[in-house]
């Protein structure tokens, strides 16, 4: 038996005025999307707790089947595991933004897609301005993302779960100065953050790239290191996850899961759809269960491009979903599921809370009278996993 995950990240979304009131799902031609939902049944799930920020931190966890009101701890631990780093009982992680803030206001939370030698070359000017600290590490990663770790030297450390941050995804276009860190720590933070606007200015590579420049660093994200039961525990299969994203691997490498590195893969619009579709195909030879996430989808959601998110739709699903799917029926007994982790408005530019659309197909999932995979038709349906945490047992047993 082989199972398989497709995770249009974000790709969850309102009806759309420029669309005719249809929501992006609706309005991508997605004929393989549709065919998962032909052979099988139609639904919805909700990944993200009320309580909890929305995010993929969040909601692939409780993807994965995991609640993330019981084994979240923050986005940033995942991230390191992610990078291999290990976290004492004690260290906290954070994420590092490079960001641009323009008029007080957070125009880009990518600082224009930074290229990575370039945001090395600025996380190198922070940890230089922290040298003699026996606390802050700053380690360097794909373009905007970067961390930065407490070391605890002697058990104790200054922030705790009242330590608040804003993600900065969610204020594009706001006053920052509303959602600068709170709590436990927070003046450290705040403080680290606003040294980096000198730091920034000062380096010319950075400068030279104009109002797409970095111009300060953003802190949020903070967590100690979780604690995952292994997958291959729970659920007794071996899997692999495909993608592009870092908090992904993270949560895989924390679950014990094989992480298969893509060339291609970009985690942007522009990511190399097929070269995903393929690697999902060939894990498949020596793995039970295969995870392919794609990032594009709500990437075009934070820049409220519609187009562009139905035609990453549409990308997802005649690269991957469908060549997947076919694979698998001549490979035998399997099952498929399609499921976002979380929605990303158009609208909005940023998560929301809600359903997300979940279509699953294969052995023993008897087909329902739904024709096509897309919200309205998953609100429709009496499938519905109020703790989305439920539909990973749901679909392995
Ligand atoms: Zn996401």
């Keep these: 038996m082989k199972y398989a995950l497709v995770i249009p990240d974000g790709a969850a979304d309102e009806p759309q005025p420029s669309l005719g009131g249809l929501t992006p799902f609706q ?12 052979a099988g049944v139609v639904g919805r799930a ?24 019981k084994f979240h701890t923050g986005r940033a631990p995942l991230e390191a595991a992610a990078q291999g780093i290990e976290l004492g009982p004690d260290d906290w992680a954070i994420r590092c933004n490079l960001v641009t803030v323009a008029d007080g206001k957070m125009k880009s939370f990518t600082a224009g897609q930074i290229p990575s030698d370039v945001g090395a070359g600025l996380v190198q000017l922070l940890q230089k301005d922290q040298c003699g600290s026996e606390n802050w590490k700053f380690y360097a990663g794909v373009s905007y993302r970067n961390l930065l770790l407490y070391r605890s ?19 594009t276009d706001q006053d920052i100065a509303p959602h600068l860190p709170t709590g436990p720590g927070s003046d450290e933070l705040r403080d680290l953050m606003s040294r980096s606007v000198s730091l920034f200015a000062s380096h010319e590579a950075n400068a030279a790239r104009g109002d797409q420049a970095a111009t300060q660093t953003w802190l949020w994200g903070e967590g100690r290191r979780p604690a995952l039961t292994p997958f291959a525990e729970r659920f007794g299969v071996r899997s692999v996850v495909i993608t592009a994203v870092d908090l992904l691997r993270g949560i895989g490498r924390l679950l014990g899961w094989d992480i298969i590195e893509v060339e291609g893969a970009t985690g942007y619009l522009d990511t190399d759809y097929a070269a995903k579709g393929r690697a999902g195909i060939a894990t498949l030879a020596d793995h039970d269960f295969v995870v392919v996430h794609v990032e594009a989808t709500d990437e075009a959601s934070h820049e409220g491009q519609v187009e562009e998110k139905i035609k990453a739709l549409e990308r ?31 609208r909005t530019k940023t998560h929301s809370h809600g359903y997300v659309p979940i279509a699953a197909c294969g052995r023993g999932i008897d087909a329902d009278s739904a024709t096509t995979y897309d919200d309205v038709t998953a609100a429709a349906s009496s499938l519905v996993f109020e703790k989305g945490c439920d539909l990973m047992p749901w679909f392995l047993t």
Excluded: W
Excluded at 153 to 169: I, N, Q
């Design 27 to 38: 309005a991508a031609r997605t004929p393989n999307m549709d065919a998962v939902a032909v």
């Design 46 to 69: 909700n990944h993200v707790p009320e309580s909890m920020p929305s995010g993929s931190d969040v909601g692939t966890m409780s993807l994965f089947g995991y609640d993330p009101l």
């Design 153 to 171: 030297r002697d058990g104790s450390a200054p922030f705790s779960k009242e330590t608040f941050s804003t993600p900065p995804h969610d204020i």
């Design 316 to 346: 997802i699903d005649e690269h991957i979903v469908g060549p997947l799917h076919e694979h698998l029926r001549s490979q035998g007994d399997y099952r498929l599921v399609l499921s976002p982790d979380h929605p990303t408005f158009l």
